[in-house]
Each structure stands twice: as C-alpha cells, then as structure tokens.
C-alpha cells in the first residue's frame, strides 16, 4: 500500500521561501516518478513539476527558475524547493506518485497521493 505524507507548508510573505518534503512508502520509490501538483480555490489541480525515476525534471513556465523539485531516493523523499514565492503560489499542494514507471505530465497517470499541505504567501 503506497503512502505519501507532505510537510513544510505554511504561511510565507511574498518573496519568502518554503520546502515542501513528501514522503513515500510502500513501492519501490526510486523505480517511479513524482509530481508536485497544487489547487487554489475554485480553481482545477494543476501540474506544478515533475521528476522521474531518472532524474530528469519538469516544471509549469510560472515557477521555472523559482522551484526545484528533487528526490532523495535513499531517504524515499521528494521535495520541492519554493523560492520568490508570490501570492499566486497559494495553493494546496499534493505530491503523488505515477502508476507506472514511466512518469508523464497527465494528471491521470499518478494514482497515489498525499493530503496535501496548505501554502499561503501574504502580498
């Protein structure tokens, strides 16, 4: 049974930083890749960035050169580095796990997630 617990949200002024961690057990963690994914109210999950069991990564143009997603797979922990946060970042944000071990940039293909944790960033 695979389980992914967030941390590290939190409220933040513009311009300030967080580290979201996720944790995952139960499969393999290194075989498969991770997404970060956030939804503001009243709008749709978004994709925010992606890593796959590769290493390679992913990222919406809105946060490049802002966020770093990475993964420490001897720790089975994914993390999202925020940076120059603005008020547009608040979201709740959730990681998941693709289903299989090929990670794409479709929502449907991540079958596992986490509760998500709350990020606000103040103007």
């Known amino acids: 049974q695979v389980q992914l617990v967030e941390s590290g949200g939190g409220l933040v002024q513009a311009g300030g930083s967080l580290r979201l961690s996720c944790a995952a057990s139960?499969?393999?963690?290194?075989?498969?890749?991770m997404g970060w994914f956030r939804q503001a109210p009243g709008k749709e999950r978004e994709l925010v960035a992606v890593i796959r069991s590769g290493g390679s990564t992913y990222y919406i143009d809105s946060v490049k050169g802002r966020f770093t997603i990475s993964r420490d797979n001897a720790k089975n922990t994914v993390y999202l580095q925020m940076n120059s946060l603005k008020p547009e970042d608040t979201a709740v944000y959730y990681c998941?796990?693709?289903?299989?071990?090929?990670?794409?940039?479709?929502?449907?293909?991540?079958?596992?997630w986490g509760q998500g944790t709350q990020v606000t960033v103040s103007s």
């Open positions: 139960g499969r393999t963690f290194s075989s498969y890749g």
């Open positions: 998941a796990q693709s289903r299989g071990t090929i990670a794409t940039l479709v929502i449907s293909n991540y079958g596992y």
